[in-house]
């Protein structure tokens, strides 16, 4: 972990939202299971988010709902949280285990290319996006997020964790 990247899930705050929104979801979905993409434009960089609710840059993603499939959730997702669409198939690189967020918690991580159809503008869950290169990162970018991006140019061995 370098000086730069921030945990995930650190800090009471953010420990106690995590807990409820999982409680929550105890109701709505026997396990979870959510998608998140690394999403690169035709640069080649990549595109990522900060939520209001929790502290650090992630890349785009989120909780499936019951009946939605994979494709389904992530389209909506992109769309919902960077005025994103989908150029091509996207590639299913691994499935996680996110161990950090409940005992529960699986994450479908894809690969893919993106074209943004506007600029996203800050709401009460995204406080800022954009398109990074790779070698230029927000400073605190999650090191979950650093992670995924070395197991995809295969400087690290992929974790079955997130």
């Not at 609710?53 to 919902?80: D, F, I, N, Q, S």
């Not at 950090?100 to 918690?105: F, L, P, Q, T, V």
């Not at 970018?141 to 400087?155: D, F, N, V």
Request: hydrophobic share 40%.
């Amino acid at each position: 972990m370098s000086s730069e990247d921030i945990p995930e899930i650190r800090g009471f705050r953010t420990r106690a939202m995590v807990w409820l929104l999982h409680q929550f979801f105890i109701l709505r979905r026997g396990m979870t299971l959510g998608v998140r993409a690394a999403c690169f434009d035709a640069e080649g960089r990549v595109f990522l988010v900060r939520h209001t609710y929790v502290p650090g840059w992630y890349m785009p993603g989120g909780g499936m709902e019951r009946h939605e499939t994979a494709r389904a959730a992530l389209t909506k997702e992109l769309r919902e949280e960077g005025n994103l669409e989908i150029l091509g198939e996207p590639q299913l690189v691994h499935v996680y285990y996110n161990r950090n967020a409940s005992k529960r918690d699986h994450v479908l991580f894809y690969r893919l290319t993106v074209e943004q159809t506007a600029p996203r503008a800050a709401d009460r869950e995204i406080a800022e996006s954009g398109f990074f290169a790779l070698d230029a990162l927000p400073k605190d970018t999650t090191t979950a997020t650093r992670r995924r991006l070395k197991e995809l140019s295969g400087e690290v061995e992929t974790s079955d964790f997130w």
